[in-house]
């Protein structure tokens, strides 16, 4: 069974662009999480999305967005890139809502220049 | 407001020997915890989770011990082996918040042979 694959690994952006991760869960898992992992702040928690529909958000700007398609694959936008906004960014699938166990995919390295 | 707390960064123990990772969060609403393990440039691994009406859950090598009272867990690894060399995440999550969970910033084990 396949894991959580995330795409693209690395990505190169500058101030102001914006940008699009993709993410695929494990087969079956109809929860996707994002995270965003920096040395500052550690892993936290961006938006939850369950059936097509965000259940959770962090407390990130607006800049940071997120939508699921119906085959459960997810989407991260992030507009306005700022310097801060470089990090490994994490997205995570579950099946089973009630013990919360996530699986995670690789992340993608955004770096803003 | 860190609400969970890995105070140790960093923890060198012999192979064959007791590793003990400690973890103290403050939001009473947790009621499940998990640890994951992480290599460098890969995704979280989850390792073992427990729920807050048990004190210990075991697989393996892995114990994890739970204390209500205090806010306190610990991962037990034994005995320790040189694959154990990791970046350790403790976190934590409240049921009824669906997905989201909230991770301590830490710790780095490194077995030494």
């Known amino acids: 069974k396949a894991g959580v694959t995330q795409t693209p690994r690395y990505l190169i952006k500058t101030r102001g662009q914006q940008v699009t991760l993709s993410c695929s869960p494990i087969?079956?898992?109809?929860?996707v999480s994002w995270y965003q992992q920096t040395p500052g702040q550690g892993l936290q928690f961006l938006f939850e999305?369950?059936?097509?529909?965000?259940?959770n958000k962090g407390n990130f700007p607006g800049r940071f967005s997120g939508r699921q398609f119906s085959n459960s694959r997810s989407e991260m936008n992030v507009s306005t890139l700022e310097l801060g906004d470089s990090a490994l960014y994490l997205c995570?699938?579950?099946?089973?809502?009630?013990?919360?166990?996530?699986?995670f995919g690789a992340g993608t390295r955004l770096s803003v220049l | 407001d860190q609400q969970v707390k890995q105070n140790s960064p960093s923890l060198s123990v012999q192979e064959g020997r007791i590793s003990i990772l400690n973890c103290d969060y403050t939001?009473?609403?947790?009621?499940?915890f998990l640890w994951y393990k992480k290599y460098p440039a890969e995704g979280p691994t989850f390792l073992i989770s427990i729920s807050s009406i048990k004190d210990k859950n075991e697989d393996g090598r892995f114990t994890v011990f739970l204390n209500k009272s205090a806010k306190h867990l610990s991962l037990h690894i034994v005995p320790s082996q040189p694959g154990d060399s990791a970046v350790y995440f403790c976190a934590a999550s409240a049921i009824k918040g669906a997905q989201k969970l909230v991770f301590g910033q830490g710790t780095r084990l490194t077995i030494n042979p």
């Open positions: 939001n009473s609403m947790f009621d499940y």
């Open positions: 995570a699938s579950s099946v089973d809502p009630a013990k919360n166990i996530q699986y």
């Open positions: 999305y369950f059936s097509e529909t965000q259940r």
């Open positions: 087969s079956g898992h109809r929860s």
